[in-house]
């Protein structure tokens, strides 16, 4: 471990110096790719350092204690001693979390749909619920959400909603939202005061870029129509909606959110771009949960992974059996420690399929 400690660290005083190189600076691509590689090994670098600070501290202490006549300085080494050796404990746990391979995809932005399921018009209202806890936590995260296409509810809500989600690391926090999110209720739409249960679907993607995917242009179909809705002259007169057709695929993606063509064909190949992306990035996913037990939903996509229970102000993650009882404020955005929970059970199954191997 502490080899390949060194070696990591050593990398990252080498990265250090080369974004210090004017030549290097000049590069744009380059520079970009060496910043990256600099922040993600950043936490590695100073834990290290840590590390090594716990391990002479050890050492010293040691020395004190075999060398020193005066008891009352042995005993204050033996205090020393016991208190560093908690924190290398400790430090070696987050070490073997930090060297764990980590999924490529994690550093990238994310697509996240919502659809209605069962439920009638409440489904469509919870999954207008869900959409705005989403909106409120990646506000608190100084993300970018960016809509990308809706289907309105009958009385509220939405039947299907797509959108971005722009920032750092958005999308190794957020994969574990994939799955059926249910909600046990009393409906604005039942008189008799019952409570029903409603469920909603959540697939959240990496955003592909055009690095991940090759995309033959001969291999797309491209019709133009008119927008649809609200938006001024331009609606139902000019040809800005796109929809695109992976012919090989069958993959289909309407885009009316702009009044600009296109802008309408931009979005649209981002998303049909990272809808490819999926099929080959799902059989990444069946082949890791078929090694163990993974937090983020993979393959069914009917499988329920939360129950938000308003009559008892709960909401229960199931993969985890951990219950928050303050589900106002959960859906008001703050779901980060579910999310940190749920990376804790991921890390420690993670960590016990490495041991095995």
Known sequence: MIEKLEAIYKRWLDIEIEMNDPDIMADIKRYIKLNKDYK??????EIYKGYGRVLTGIESSKEILYNEKDEEMREMAKDEIDSLLAEKEKFEEDIKILLLPKDPQDGKNAVMEIRAGSGGDEASIFAGDLYRMYQKFCEKKNWKVEMVDFADGTVGGYKEIIFNVIGDEVYGTLKYESGVHRVQR??????????????????????????????????IRKDTFCSSGPGGQSVNTTYSAVRLTHVPTGIVVSMQDEKSQLKNHEKAMTILRTRIFEREYQKYLDEVSSRRKTMVSSGDRSAKIRTYNYPQGRV??????????????????????????????????RLKVESID
């Open 40 to 45: 993600e090994l950043t936490p590695i670098a």
């Open 186 to 219: 009393v409906p604005k739409t039942e008189a008799q005061g019952r409570i029903h249960t409603s469920a909603a679907s959540v697939v959240v993607l990496p955003e592909a870029d055009e690095f991940d995917v090759d995309i033959k242009l001969s291999d």
């Open 316 to 349: 229960t993650d199931h993969r985890i059996n951990v219950s928050n009882y303050n589900l106002p404020v959960y859906m008001d955005g703050e779901i980060q420690d579910m999310i940190d929970q749920l990376m804790v059970a991921e890390n420690a199954e």
